[in-house]
């Protein structure tokens, strides 16, 4: 690269960068097209509509069929948000609250009314009714065309298999049609094209794989066990209110400050390449997180949080190589090349383990878990493209400018080996108290009749108590004067708050509170803020977390886990690799829960999704050793010699290690010491995550390999060696 193109090239990267973060900040056009302002944002950020149905008849319905009802309306509200949230409300009312939007007549009029399904032949007979199908999915066939084509995959119950055979076998002598008839309207009508009796049946003819899922979805809504009605929707506001999210925004615009200014310290010349592109990273996730559509929320904030720790990785194992390239006397431009091409193998196999496990997330996880997933995609491709690609040709420029000097890009020192294989039962045995401390308190708190962690109304539900006030208070005037009043009574520090929009009406969730407790509450809402008894209602509520996202999350945590081993088995053509970084991903969630349990945090939302960036944090960590490790494995003789090569490739990626960790934990330090209390209690368990998986890839990680890897391959060196006498 020329001086001349080196110009140009700095001066294109800083005016997309200047063009990029207007966009991002006042947008493309009057209506902020592109913004931070125009970002769908969640429940918890920005609020949405909330619809209350109740079941229709007299006879209560079964628990079986709410939570029948709860997990198909919830499939069917996806299609808005993925942080959408079903939940059940008193014995007999369902609560949708979708994120995002504002007008609750129109997302009642394309839910329709739940419950209203049925199947009529070409004379208007019902021959099925929408309880006889037991799943609806959209999917693709191969047609007669060899074509991939997208269709509607049914599932029969058992007496919903009888019937449709019955139907079918009417139907197909003169492929007659059979309507598929909800809230009233034919939304499809399929021609029988054979005798169907094993009750599976395929609908095809979609235009495509969105109208299928449409279709499938609309017939799980219709599919429910229970006719729903609508009892009340409103607008609500957000649970977290504006400070929240002000206070959020301010501390990630300082933890990136504070970043940028170490990165510039401690690397100069190359520092100031990454925080450019750092700069442009985050400008790009502004602006696609508009273009898909993505809806933010704290779990998604995390998901961000822990790409931009693994851009600043990216940057620092670079500039780690380039400087060790210096030290061994080539030229700046030779190192900067070279230190590229080492560190590629680290960057990718990192990523791609935390990408494996983003993409699961994605297709096997539901709500949060979704959106968490979501985030944390996007920020790793565009995290990658910057480290790989953005800082590469800025740092080109910048020498190509005549910046060549190795003193602005510095050169490594000698590395001091540090035994830590030599420390390893240490280490062991100080994780293994702390663990067990933590199973410990569990069992304590089990055993005095409470809860073994600190589970929130999300986990397992509580009290929603509507308060019509006698005026319009803001969210942060609630927070201060009537939070504190219902935390003191239920004991509870994660009260959630919602203002219904055009009233004076705020509904506060929080744990359950029994009869003495909501009487208390009532009076005290009464003397101190004048309110009227009869606009106080409380009603008890189910967890917003289902046992089916809980089971989701973690078979989605189980299967990622096990995509990741093989990975990584395949990479480095040595199973003990991948079995080591599974080893220390599992210490590290344990560590965190007994965290959980001995300090009392509340398990909520953010729960998993703290926990899924520990297990995407823990793994990326650990692999960049690994790659040390291989690439110093050359040769060795003893386990001596093996250990000394562990040592050294350990105290060599060090500074990575301990840099990576200390950015990351600035940017969620400041969140803790900015934020409000529910994202404290996000903060909070993160840093000791990010502590904790930082300690295990040094201490542990390598350990696991070292002592399965002298025990297992030392004895199958062993045979062969007698083999061969």
Known sequence: MSKKKGIITLVCV????????????????????????????????????????????????????????????????????????????????????????????????????????????????????????????????????????????????????????????????????????????VISAPSVQAEITDGKAVINGMSSFEEAENLASTIRIGGLKLELEELRSNVVGAQLGSAAVRTSLIAGAIG??????????????????????????????????????????????????????????????????????????????????????????????????????AVVLYFMGTGTVKGFAQTLALGIVVSLFTALVVTKLILNAFYAMGIRNEKFYGRAKETKVIDFLGKKKIFFILSAVVIIAGFVTMGVHKGNGGDALNYSLEFKGGTSTSVEFNEDMSI???????????????????????????SNQVIFKSATLDVSQREELNSRLEEEFGVDPEKITAETISSTISSEMRTGAVSAVVVSTVLMLLYVWFRFKDVRFGASSVAALVHDVLVVLAFYAVARVSVGNTFIACMLTIVGYSINATIVIFDRIRENMTSYKTKEELAAIVNRSISQTLSRSIFTSLTTFIMVAVLYILGVSSIKEFALPLMVGIACGTYSSICLASAFWYLMRTRVGGKKAEKNKKAAK
Not at 131 to 144: C, E, F, G, K, R
């Open 14 to 185: 800083i005016a997309f960068l200047l063009a990029g973060t207007w966009t991002a900040v006042f947008g493309l056009d009057s209506v902020k097209t592109g913004s931070a302002a125009n970002i769908k944002q969640g429940l918890d950020l920005a609020g949405g509509v909330s619809i209350t149905y109740q079941v229709v008849g007299d006879e209560a319905p079964s628990s079986e069929d709410m939570a029948d009802t709860i997990y198909k309306l919830q499939q069917r509200v996806d299609n808005y948000s993925t942080e959408a949230q079903v939940y059940q409300e008193g014995s007999d009312r369902i609560n949708i609250e979708i994120p995002g939007v504002t007008d609750a007549n129109a997302i009642l009029e394309e839910l329709g009314k739940p419950g209203s399904l049925t199947f009529l032949d070409k004379d208007g007979k019902e021959v099925l009714s929408g309880t006889d199908v037991a799943d609806a999915q959209a999917a693709y066939q191969t047609n007669s065309m060899n074509n991939q084509e997208p269709v509607v995959s049914l599932t029969m119950t058992a007496d919903g298999t009888k019937k449709f055979a019955d139907a079918t076998k009417a139907a197909y002598p003169n492929h007659d049609v059979i309507y598929i008839v909800y809230d009233n309207q």
């Open 256 to 357: 990136l400050a504070i970043v940028i200014v170490f990165m510039i310290a401690v690397y100069w010349i190359p520092g100031v390449a990454s925080s450019i592109a750092l700069c442009i990273y985050t400008v790009l996730v502004v602006l696609l997180l508009n273009g898909f559509d993505v809806t933010l929320t704290l779990s998604g904030i995390a998901g961000i949080i822990l790409s931009i720790g693994m851009a600043v990785d990216a940057n620092v194992i670079i500039f780690a190589r380039i400087r060790e390239e210096i030290a061994t006397g080539k030229t700046v431009k030779s190192a900067i090349q070279i230190g590229f091409k080492k560190a590629l193998s680290a960057i990718i196999d990192g990523n791609v383990t935390t990408l494996i496990a």
């Open 476 to 502: 942060e005037e609630l927070d201060e004067k009537v939070v504190p009043i219902i935390e003191e009574i239920s004991k509870d520090a994660n009260v959630q708050t919602q203002k219904v929009q055009g």
